[in-house]
């Protein structure tokens, strides 16, 4: 038998809930009872147990549950040249709930230098034995599309499309960066592509006067531009999420709008795509993935609650989406990671209200 590949026929998306040792180390970091060098032997010590019990698992893929970020992607961004992390007037609003009001903007030419999460993927790689280790980063449509022109100083970018194009040189360098690094398996995480198949958030970029089509086609070219002279021996796959914050949601509705541009023109090696529940639509967009180039992940285990998934409902949902794309192209997922955020999820036994 043939070693697997990733995507692995069972794979994860990435975070896990942050345990008490980190939270409570984190508290007194801020307020200064240990130094950067205490909080990071925590996580060190964290990250291991992690990444045992995901070994224990059987999993082939193993990350460090994203437990040095407070955020899935603003500790990123803000590590970036020419991003600055600021404290926001309100928060991202979610169903009902809303984040800590932080966010980025483009205060300088944004590029790619010696980021502080290529020493915690070295770190992973050490400890990962005969696993995967996989890095999880944002994408690069995400830096732009939260704040959009406003929140890029126009002094810098007069033009906006130079901006696109340090964009994708920005992730470019990540890429290389990652791989020079050790990394086969990255993941770029991206909400963009799900927001842009809800009508209302299509309505709010309409409303702050940009053409959702058009981003969508200018997103679809900063990733393959980044994805250019990719490593063969490296795996890229795209993550599409809806929002997933204390078990709420941002974005509803199926694939439709964005599936010809993102599936059929975006290089990347593996869509990991929310199916976890109504709101993601039906399969049919995966008729656009391109047969035998890239492979499918569906989010078809939700991490919004701890209900377990019935196993024979699973199997008739894998042969329904085999309508679409070839079974053979398919692999299985939860939906999400369990902690976009160090909040992490409300993961009870009833559901009601957080599918």
Same mark, same amino acid.
């Given at each position: 038998?043939?070693?697997?590949? #990733?995507?692995?026929? #069972?794979?994860?998306?990435?975070?896990?809930?942050?345990?008490? =040792?980190?939270?409570? =180390?984190?508290?007194?970091?801020?307020?200064?009872?240990?130094?950067?060098?205490?909080?990071?032997?925590?996580?060190?010590? #964290?990250?291991?147990?992690?990444?045992?019990?995901?070994?224990?698992?059987?999993?082939?893929?193993?990350?460090?549950?994203?437990?040095?970020?407070? !955020?899935?992607?603003?500790?990123?961004?803000?590590?970036? @040249?020419?991003?600055?992390?600021?404290? =926001? @007037?309100?928060?991202?609003?979610?169903k009902g709930i809303q984040t800590k009001a932080q966010s980025v903007r483009i205060t300088g030419k944004v590029a790619f230098g010696n980021h502080p999460m290529l020493e915690d993927f070295r770190f992973l790689k050490s400890i990962s034995g005969s696993a995967q280790p996989k890095m999880t980063i944002p994408s690069p449509s995400v830096l732009h599309f939260r704040g959009g022109a406003?929140?890029?100083?126009?002094?810098?970018?007069?033009?906006?499309?130079?901006?696109?194009?340090?964009?994708?040189?920005?992730?470019?360098?990540?890429?290389?960066?990652?791989?020079?690094?050790?990394?086969?398996?990255?993941?770029?995480?991206?909400?963009? !592509?799900?927001?842009?198949?809800?009508?209302?958030?299509?309505?709010?970029?309409? =409303?702050?006067?940009?053409?959702?089509?058009?981003?969508?086609?200018?997103?679809?070219?900063?990733?393959?531009?980044?994805? @250019?002279?990719?490593?063969?021996?490296?795996?890229?796959?795209?993550h599409v999420c809806r929002g997933n914050f204390r078990s709420r949601w941002i974005s509803e509705g199926g694939y439709e709008p964005v599936a010809e541009v993102l599936f059929g023109t975006v290089n990347v090696d593996a869509f990991f795509l929310e199916y976890d529940n109504d709101r993601s639509g039906d399969f049919s967009p995966l008729r656009f993935i391109r047969p035998g180039k890239q492979r499918v992940v569906l989010g078809l285990i939700t991490t919004k609650n701890g209900e377990l998934e019935n196993p024979e409902l699973i199997k008739a949902r894998l042969k329904e989406a085999s309508e679409f794309v070839d079974l053979n192209q398919v692999c299985l997922s939860p939906q999400c990671g369990f902690a976009s955020t160090e909040e992490g999820m409300l993961l009870l036994n009833n559901s009601s209200g957080t599918r």
């Open positions: 038998m043939q070693p697997q590949q #990733a995507p692995f026929r #069972a794979d994860i998306v990435g975070s896990f809930l942050r345990p008490d =040792a980190i939270k409570s =180390a984190r508290e007194r970091f801020a307020s200064g009872v240990i130094d950067a060098a205490a909080l990071r032997q925590v996580e060190n010590d #964290a990250i291991r147990a992690s990444v045992a019990q995901q070994c224990a698992c059987g999993l082939h893929v193993v990350t460090d549950g994203e437990f040095r970020r407070a !955020w899935w992607h603003l500790d990123f961004f803000a590590e970036l @040249e020419g991003v600055e992390l600021y404290s =926001a @007037e309100q928060g991202i609003q979610f406003a929140a890029i100083d126009r002094t810098v970018y007069p033009d906006l499309n130079d901006y696109f194009d340090d964009l994708a040189t920005t992730w470019r360098d990540a890429i290389r960066a990652f791989y020079d690094a050790g990394c086969r398996y990255l993941q770029l995480d991206d909400t963009v !592509w799900a927001y842009l198949c809800s009508d209302e958030q299509r309505a709010e970029v309409r =409303a702050r006067g940009e053409d959702p089509d058009e981003l969508t086609r200018i997103y679809a070219r900063v990733l393959n531009k980044a994805l @250019e002279g990719k490593p063969e021996d490296l795996t890229v796959g795209l």
